[in-house]
């Protein structure tokens, strides 16, 4: 089927590179990118850009309407550590942007919806390693309670209305063409950016805090296989697990490469934050639902990163 796509939240990390690749997939003219604030030159040049805010229903309607949208990637959102310095605004926007792009498509105003859940989901009380697909979530970071009630509205739309929505809990991505911006796994790409321009980190959480952690390209692929396959017998926010790693074993591998690279640990109030988080968890439901599977290892991505950062970006 040809799709005609509708990314909002384009210039975040996740949102540029999945532009890009849906642009390649189903050509410039079938991709319409939007967001609040221009991203990088790259994205801005190679297609449609749009400005719009994802709360306002009726600008999104008309975009919908106006280029006849089949698929829509609902990425914005307040990430963890930003949402826990202004819950109220957090709350808001992740819940008011979802439920917003939901009633559209309730309407029948395109025909599928992606929209991220995280690891950020689950809480101190699950099961830290190898956390189930379904267990006991009890969220308590501002950002968890809303992707795990978002979770719930997708499930509601698509059991009520029959609406084709479809989630994965994406773990902390580590990636160059976009950094990210105010959760609590960035460390995993400040680092590399550091590790090149002055040889030297100072980390917000302390070494021995492991992480469910990704490489973009898996990410990307993880969203775009979902995405394309067939019928899935009902919806649910899949795990998705690619390389778990804590900021000691990220720095022995840059040092292998950089043998005078340096790091300092001073955790801040995200430590709290990584700890009410799962250590890695159990994808074997997706594995077994739409054959995912990971490509990249921590030595793999290392690699990647340090050929590809721009130290002044
Ligand atoms: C964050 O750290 O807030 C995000 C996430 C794990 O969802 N990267």
Redesign the pocket.
Known sequence: MEQRVLIIGACGQIGTELTLKLRDKYGTSNVVASDLKEGTPQLMTSGLFIKIDATDKEQIRNILVEFNITQVYMMAAM???TAEKMPLRAWDLNMTALLTILELGKEGLYKQLFWPS???AFGPNSPHTNTPQDTIMAPTTV?GIS?YSGEMWCQYYATQYGLDVRTVR????VSYKTK?G?????YAVEIYFEALKSRNYTCFLSEETTLPMMYMDDAIEATLSLMAHPKLQAYKAYNISGINFNPKEIADAIKKQIPEFKIEYQPDFRQA?ADS?PQSIDDSQAKADWDWQPQFDLEKMTSVMLANCKPDM
């Open positions: 990430l963890s550590a995280s690891i950020g950002y992707k994406y773990p902390g991505i990210p105010g959760g609590t796994t960035d934050i988080w």
